[in-house]
């Protein structure tokens, strides 16, 4: 099994900061890609950042120059660091992990998800 320890959420005012992390543990071979989306109110889940082992990072054009996604390799931690929030970016934040389980499977995993508010 693989776990997915997500923090960092909250409210915040608009402009305002956040950093979210995530750390992933378990019976992990090795991780692909790590990465953040988000679902707001009666909207789908929608893609905010990933980050593949080799560091190449892939943004959604809504945040973009927003926000910055980078990872640790030790302990498999994925940040999302937050900048220039709007009311628009409020929305359960979910951590997102490719991982390989062993030579030959791989699945994906999701975290239970954090709560970011961001008021006007």
């Known amino acids: 099994q693989v776990q997915l320890v997500e923090s960092g959420g909250g409210l915040v005012q608009a402009g305002g900061s956040l950093r979210l992390s995530c750390t992933a543990s378990?019976?992990?071979?090795?991780?692909?890609?790590m990465g953040w989306y988000r679902q707001a109110p009666g909207k789908q889940r929608e893609l905010v950042a990933t980050?593949?082992?080799?560091?190449?990072?892939n943004y959604a054009d809504s945040v973009k120059g927003r926000v910055i996604i980078f990872r640790d390799s030790a302990p498999n931690t994925v940040y999302l660091q937050m900048y220039s929030l709007k009311p628009e970016d409020t929305a359960v934040y979910y951590c997102?992990?490719?991982?390989?389980?062993?030579?030959?499977?791989?699945?994906?995993?999701w975290g239970q998800g954090t709560q970011v508010t961001v008021s006007s």
């Open positions: 997102y992990v490719h991982a390989n389980i062993d030579t030959s499977l791989s699945y994906d995993y």
């Open positions: 378990g019976s992990i071979f090795s991780i692909n890609t």
């Open positions: 980050i593949t082992s080799e560091s190449r990072s």
